[in-house]
């Protein structure tokens, strides 16, 4: 809670979805089971610091809802941790999970420490302790809870926790599935390091193929020539800019916490990155303009405002000066309910987190998948599919007369490999939730915004899944 925040995120998530229970057929009971988080474990354990300190971690995994199972959901590793906000994120990888129909309940997991301040060989430590607390109480298992990275941690930390979690149970033959956003050589999936970035780009780009939409807020139809800022360059933003840039749109700022710059002609967020990895800082890019504060950039005129850090950054005191036609959140929770009425009041398109982020647990859920068959995307049927379509080339060239340019016939024939697979997969999952929640969102006049729809689309999922089970009859 701050000033600008009079509740708590949870309780924020908790509103959202009480706005939207109205637009539902469900009793009471049934709501309040979905809304509430089945478990919660709080704990805290010693680590020895380099300088041979005992320092207290505290850390949490919540587990919100055990309609489906495994649970699923990331490990932060930030200072600013607390039960409530691992609450918070539980709740919406639940309903995330639902809407993108990967099946599994909603889970998230954070350690209350600031992951700059500690030396490698510490994290490793804290993230190996963190697992085998996991491990005593039953909270982490292919089939029981599914961590994953976010904010603050990567494919390195979910090593550790593979590694810890195999050797705690030897012969366990898919403990691979243990956690996903793994490095590929550990079981990782090719694909999962960009996907929800590259989950971002599907979303909006399916919001901007709809005219309908595009006529409401005064934009051309796709994403050619569209102005984007991104707020945030860690894995999810700078994936959005990429995306963004490569398919013809234009990135004019870039924010990070140490502030903001501003290029009319667009940025290259590779060169951004590599001019912070060599200054520090992002500041002073060459050709572009400093903005004074990072949160500047939330206030510019663009087309499309991509805030992919933390949540609450755009509340009720800085909502009013959004001149964004459309927000894509990125980030879990970065508008709040108070920002999702002026947005209404303005015609602000919000395309909400738990359903536009969700290409991460989406390629999560391949990659659990891999674990589980202990097979690589693509393997069985590569080859297979590129005799295939040579073959039918050759009856085609034999049939005509005519023959296939070399480039083409590569193209035609050429049977897809994991990445391709994964990124086919995680296009179609986007674009199938995109046009749902629109759905949802035309077919009742009354809903105000796509958050609302999302979460009506949410909760229907949820409750029947319920109801499927016998638990409400
Ligand atoms: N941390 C990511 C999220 O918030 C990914 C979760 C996962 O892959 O389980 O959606």
Known sequence: MSAQQP??????????????AKFTKWDLGILEQIKACNSVYQMRFPVKRDDGN???????????????????GG?????????????????????????????FGGGKGGIKINPKKYSEYELEKITRRYTSELVKKNFIGPGIDVPAPDYGTGAREMAWIVDTYASLKPGEIDAAGCVTGKPITQGGVRGRTEATGLGVFYGIREVCNMPEVMKKQGLSVGIEGKTVVVQGMGNVG??????????GAKVISIAEYEGAIFNANGLNEEEVFAHRKATGSILNFPGSENLKINTDALELECDILIPAALENVINGQNAPRVKAKIIGEAANGPCTPEADEIFAQKGILCVPDMYLNAGGVTVSYF?????????????????????????????????????VGDAQKKQI?????????????????????????????????????????????????VATSYAELGIFP
């Open 54 to 72: 005992i320092e207290v971690i505290e850390a949490y995994r919540v587990q919100h809802s055990h309609h489906k199972a495994p649970c699923k």
């Open 75 to 103: 490990i932060r590793f930030s200072d600013e941790v607390n039960q409530d906000e691992v609450m918070a994120l539980a709740s919406l990888m639940t309903y995330k999970c639902a809407i993108v129909n990967v099946p």
């Open 413 to 461: 024939v050429h049977g897809a490999d994991e990445q391709e697979l994964v990124h086919s997969g995680l296009e179609e999952t986007m674009i199938t939730a995109t046009r749902e929640i629109m759905d949802v969102w035309m077919s009742n006049p009354e809903i105000p915004d796509m958050r609302t729809a999302a979460y009506v689309s949410a909760i229907n999922k």
């Open 238 to 247: 700078f994936y959005c800019a990429k995306f963004f840039r490569e398919h």
């Open 7 to 20: 509740y708590s995120f949870f309780h924020s998530v908790e509103r959202s979805f009480d706005k939207a």
């Open 367 to 403: 990659e659990w998948l891999k674990n589980l068959s202990h097979v690589r995307y693509g393997r069985m049927e590569k080859r297979f599919n590129e005799n295939m379509n040579m073959q039918i080339i050759k009856q085609m060239e034999d049939l005509t007369g005519k023959s």
